[in-house]
């Protein structure tokens, strides 16, 4: 398995809710529907958490996709 962090720069999130309801295993909502990584360290800035399953490239999908290009994945 990899290990991976996934980061969120949540100030320029716009809430299309697309990760956190294609993938509730990485991502969710906060009350303002602004995303942030599950089981992560998160600011109002910015959210960051660190996984050892075996969904990196399904979490790179869901990076691609975001429209607001604010997700980010790194292989540790």
Same mark, same amino acid.
């Given at each position: 398995m990899? %290990?991976? %962090?996934i980061t969120i720069?949540?100030?320029e999130c716009i809430a299309c809710g697309? @990760?956190?309801?294609?993938? $509730?295993?990485?991502?969710?909502a906060d009350d303002s529907d602004i995303s942030m990584v599950v089981g992560g360290e998160t600011t109002d800035d910015l959210s960051e958490g660190h996984f050892d399953d075996d969904e990196i490239e399904n979490v790179r999908d869901i990076?691609?996709? @975001? $429209?607001?290009? #604010? #997700?980010h994945v790194t292989e540790e």
């Open positions: 990899v %290990k991976y %962090k720069n949540r100030d697309l @990760c956190y309801s294609d993938d $509730p295993e990485h991502f969710k990076a691609s996709e @975001c $429209p607001a290009e #604010i #997700i």
